[in-house]
């Protein structure tokens, strides 16, 4: 009777878990991060503070965790996109580029957190929370590596990885980039502003498969021009 309460009272925290993760991601699309209070989160969840607390233990821990979440559907979702490619095709490098923009547009939540992870995210954690997210990237990125190289089969070894890397810093670039300010979003509305305007999934394709492009051995890339 012991090991089945035991049970259900984990199965509670984890359901309740989850749940905090959800209200948080839903107020990530509605106002920006550094406007968010672990306050506004608990009254949301119908929660005492103290509690919130009790299950993550700064508002960068929650935030780190809702990432977590994130980037783990995204790799499984992807790796299941780029399976679906046709590898080798002429065009393999634009149909990659164009599968992983796409991918990452229709997850705001992820795009939104990720250029937070360094800056914010990770500068109010412990060690061992540190070493639990660094554990599931780093799984992760193989995973995803795997599948970049079965779409991209030119790849050197060991490139899979460096595509996900520089992925990340193109991601964390243009998203800010394509999301001023306001303020700044209405002087860039200005038609001579044109040129100064980023579209993200525009630029992150463009940007994509310029750079596979480049990283793929020079008679793949003549074979195909």
């Known amino acids: 009777?012991?090991?089945?309460?035991?049970?259900?009272?984990?199965?509670?925290?984890?359901?309740?878990?989850?749940?905090?993760?959800?209200?948080?991601?839903?107020?990530?699309?509605?106002?920006?991060?550094?406007?968010?209070?672990?306050?506004?989160?608990?009254?949301?969840?119908?929660?005492?503070?103290?509690?919130?607390?009790?299950?993550?233990?700064?508002?960068?821990?929650?935030?780190?965790?809702?990432?977590?979440?994130?980037?783990?559907?995204?790799?499984?979702?992807?790796?299941?996109?780029?399976?679906?490619?046709?590898?080798?095709?002429?065009?393999?490098?634009?149909?990659?580029?164009?599968?992983v923009a796409r991918s990452l547009v229709?997850?705001?939540t992820l795009t939104d957190l990720l250029p937070l992870l360094h800056t914010v995210l990770e500068q109010n954690i412990d060690e061992d929370t540190a070493a639990a997210f660094k554990q599931m990237l780093l799984r992760k990125v193989g995973e995803g590596a795997t599948a970049v190289h079965l779409a991209l089969p030119g790849l050197a070894p060991g490139d899979g990885v460096r595509v996900l890397m520089r992925l990340h810093a193109l991601v964390v670039g243009l998203r800010q980039m394509a999301d001023p300010a306001p303020v700044v979003a209405q002087v860039l509305a200005r038609p001579q502003m044109e040129p100064?305007?980023?579209?993200?999934?525009?630029?992150?394709?463009?940007?994509?498969?310029?750079?596979?492009r480049g990283m793929l051995p020079l008679q793949v890339v003549s074979s195909v021009a």
């Not at 995204?74 to 990659?96: I, K």
């Not at 525009?202 to 596979?212: T, Y």
């Open 1 to 99: 009777m012991a090991v089945k309460q035991r049970a259900r009272k984990d199965e509670d925290k984890a359901a309740r878990r989850r749940a905090i993760l959800t209200v948080a991601a839903r107020l990530l699309g509605r106002k920006q991060y550094h406007r968010i209070t672990m306050a506004e989160v608990a009254r949301r969840c119908h929660l005492a503070k103290g509690t919130l607390y009790l299950y993550f233990r700064s508002k960068e821990e929650l935030f780190l965790a809702a990432l977590e979440d994130e980037l783990a559907q995204w790799f499984d979702a992807l790796g299941e996109q780029l399976a679906a490619l046709a590898s080798g095709s002429a065009d393999a490098p634009e149909r990659f580029a164009a599968t």
């Open 106 to 108: 229709e997850r705001e």
């Open 196 to 212: 100064l305007r980023v579209e993200f999934e525009e630029e992150l394709r463009g940007s994509l498969a310029a750079m596979v």
